[in-house]
């Protein structure tokens, strides 16, 4: 049992606030990803929770205790951070024996405790070597390990893969995943700005943003069910596109008229009063499909990226506003400068009004329950996005290809 | 006014010859290996296995004419009698195994080398830690700094007004002797007190040196990485522990220089024993001692030059590993 709990906690500077009404409870057992754009004070939360930031305001229990003024040592948590931070004067094991010696374990015990961590990160052959001579993966090793030699209640991450090579980042990223497996009632704490990792790792993320938490939830609910533009689009990559818009006809199924010309119904249900209201369309990239009947989209290609798996396409990138971006599974030569209509399916639709979901308008949703996706299309069975409504979304155009040579 | 002409004139020669040596030379290089043509490639290789000796020329030159050219005059000097008309060998050098002032000197200077650099590199590194974490720092720097800017003659007559002694009944002039006397004591003689005044005469080189040791170490200890001190304290070190078991051995490195470098400082220590008692009261040092033979009363050169080459040898190997440690440091 190791509930983490945060009540109204806040951190300023000064008289610059950082953070402020942090309201959140960490289960015991819990993957918890904290995400958020630099500077959104995520690194400080984390931070505050392991005492190496004091608490401005507010209260923060670790097992129903209040620890705010607890030294870090004594709040039962174990932090691995981005640069590693070993001590470079010592061995691989005594770096991980420190805090065991420091707490006035016997020489036997911590023997015990480094083999058993040595073994279980597959550091075994290095342990009495000096940090310098190893490769940043294992590096990153010995800090986890530090933290696992201690068996402390919560694991504190502080975007410990960001230092690691691209290859490097999934192997050890699976590693973390693993750990967390293998100690499943340990809660642990993890701060990235990488999205793959949070959506990978996470039980629940914790988005922040401009001093508060954004939303906290699964991570196919804040991709599917993102509370405002901001989650909406920090989720996901490319960003989900806003198309703006007034409200023409409410019910079950709202229809939205947008400013192009063109119309889009949603699956979220509006009340009568909301006719003529201005809210923005969010249509994710992935959820965009060509076709030839009705389009939420047109418009000609000015870039096209083509990555193989995927080919990105980039509407209107010398407007000032962003760019229009839909992702097409496959390959698609020659769309370059072509005029290409594009629509999505109605549940993959997203609605906001001044910034925030409609969805959350009279509290939050009944319970979040996973969109299965269809079979996908590269099997060779219909290669339709989720949800596709056959009768009203006629194939593709442009099938996907196989390779250009 | 003819003195204001020759410094400026010297100072006008020197920086012009400098600049025409540097400038004319280059010019007279590719003026012979011309870089274009058909051997350009030929001729900008060879010019560029010149050109280094073209500038290194004059410093070399001149460190050859005033440090290797004495070095091995004073060698052979020391092989020579007192005015340096006889050859006898090295009957300087068992003269100097034989005396007992000699035995004195290397004793005092051995004491000076196990006390001052531990001392001033400990302070120092104490300065340096203090000084970080308190507001008013900077000003404790400066003034733990100042010391640095004295020369060791001033620092020496500054320490002989310490330990000054009037009778007791007069009026104490030296700041120790008051506070003893304050205290009701007697005014004491301090830099005649056999044994002690050796280290009366260390705490000054201690008071000059403690300075320098902490902008070094100051700078060194900035240089750690924050996160291995958080990471300490989330291990639940003290902060002792992390002071003792993180950052010091962290810039062991620079400790070590540090410590190298005052300890080739106390080596040749002259200036502070020579203006406080020259010698006297068994606080004799191998480089007074030397400037005594070399130049008080009837000069021995023969003597004085073979003191200096002990002198030079005991702190070569140290300068070794000294600069052997700072570049260390450097990579």
């Known amino acids: 049992m190791a509930d983490l709990k945060m009540t109204n906690v806040a951190k300023a500077y000064g008289d610059v606030n950082v953070l402020s009404n942090i309201d959140l409870t960490i289960r015991s057992g819990e993957f918890i990803v904290f995400v958020g754009p630099s500077g959104c004070g995520k690194s400080t939360l984390l931070r505050m929770i392991a005492g190496l930031e004091q608490i401005t305001a507010g209260e923060l229990q670790i097992d129903g205790q209040v620890v705010n003024d607890i030294p870090p040592s004594q709040r039962g948590i174990a932090m691995v951070f981005q640069s590693y931070a070993l001590y470079p004067h010592m061995t691989v094991r005594d770096n991980m024996a420190f805090a065991l010696k420091i707490a006035g374990q016997s020489k036997d015990q911590i023997r015990q405790a480094t083999d058993r961590a040595g073994k279980m990160l597959q550091l075994t052959p290095y342990l009495d070597r000096l940090p310098k001579a190893l490769s940043g993966g294992q590096r990153q090793r010995v800090a986890i390990g530090r933290a696992i030699v201690r068996d402390p209640k919560v694991y504190l991450f502080d975007e410990p893969l960001s230092n690691l090579d691209a290859a490097l980042r999934v192997a050890t990223r699976i590693e973390i995943a693993q750990l967390k497996a293998s100690m499943p009632d340990r809660t642990m704490i993890y701060v990235t700005h990488d999205q793959t990792e949070a959506m990978t790792l996470a039980d629940r ?6 001093g508060g938490i954004a939303q906290v939830g699964a991570p196919l609910e804040l991709y599917e ?3 405002n533009e901001f989650v ?13 818009g007034t409200v023409r006809t409410t019910g079950p199924v709202t229809t ?11 699956a979220i249900p509006t009340r009568p009063e909301d006719e003529g209201m201005q809210v923005n369309l969010g249509v994710r990239p992935e959820d965009m499909r060509e076709t030839d009947g009705a389009a939420v989209f047109e418009g000609t290609v000015d870039l096209t990226e083509a990555l193989g798996e995927v080919t990105l396409l980039y509407f209107g990138t010398n407007a000032e506003t962003a760019p229009i971006i839909a992702k097409l599974p496959g390959i698609h030569p020659g769309l370059n400068g072509r005029r290409v209509r594009l629509t999505a399916p109605p549940n993959a639709l997203h609605l906001f009004h001044e910034g925030q979901s409609l969805l959350y308008r009279d509290g939050p949703p009944p319970p979040y329950e996973v969109r299965a996706a269809a079979p996908s299309g590269s099997m060779g069975s219909t290669p339709a996005a989720p949800g596709d409504d056959p009768d009203r979304i006629e194939d593709g155009l442009i099938k996907p290809q196989g390779p250009v040579r | 006014m003819e003195l204001l002409w020759l410094a400026v004139s010297t100072i006008a020669i020197g920086v012009f010859g400098c600049v025409a040596w540097f400038w004319g030379s280059n010019w007279l290089l590719d003026r012979a290996y011309p870089p274009k043509g058909d051997k350009a490639g030929d001729n900008i290789r060879r010019a560029n296995q010149i050109r280094p000796w073209l500038f290194l020329g004059p410093a070399l030159i001149f460190l050859t004419m005033y440090l290797v050219y004495p070095v091995l005059d004073s060698f052979w000097r020391s092989l020579f009698n007192s005015n340096g008309s006889r050859f006898v060998g090295t009957d300087n050098y068992t003269w100097l195994m034989r005396d007992a002032k000699f035995r004195e000197s290397m004793l005092n200077n051995m004491l000076w080398l196990l006390v001052v650099p531990v001392l001033a590199t400990l302070f120092g590194l104490l300065a340096a830690q203090l000084t970080d974490r308190i507001k008013w720092g900077n000003i404790g720097k400066s003034l733990i700094f100042m010391p640095m800017a004295i020369s060791f003659v001033g620092a020496g007559v500054i320490w002989k007004f310490i330990y000054e002694y009037r009778a007791s009944g007069e009026t104490q002039i030296g700041l120790l002797n008051w506070i003893v006397t304050q205290f009701g004591g007697e005014p004491q003689i301090w830099l005649t007190l056999p044994g002690w005044n050796n280290f ?9 040196q403690t300075g320098f040791a902490m902008v070094i170490l100051s700078a060194a200890l900035r240089g750690i990485p924050e996160e291995t001190i958080e990471a300490a304290i989330l291990d639940g070190a003290s902060p002792l522990q992390v002071f003792f078991k993180i950052k010091v051995p962290q810039i062991m490195g620079t400790i070590a220089v540090v410590w190298t470098t005052v300890t080739i400082v106390v080596l040749k220590v002259f200036d502070i024993v020579f203006v406080m008692t020259n010698g006297q009261w068994g606080t004799q040092v191998l480089a007074n001692l030397m400037y005594d033979w070399m130049f008080r009363g009837t000069p021995d050169y023969g003597r004085g030059s073979a003191i200096a080459i002990v002198l030079m040898i005991l702190v070569t190997p140290i300068m070794v590993w000294n600069i052997y440690n700072a570049r260390k440091e450097v990579r």
């Open chain 1, 225 to 227: 069910r993102p509370v």
């Open chain 2, 200 to 208: 009366f005469l260390m705490i000054v080189l201690v008071w000059i």
């Open chain 1, 232 to 244: 909406a689009q920090f989720i996901g990559s490319p960003a989900m596109n806003l198309l703006p």
């Open chain 1, 256 to 266: 939205v008229a947008l400013d192009g010309g063109l119309e889009a119904e949603v």
């Open chain 1, 205 to 210: 993320i914790v988005v922040l943003a401009g």
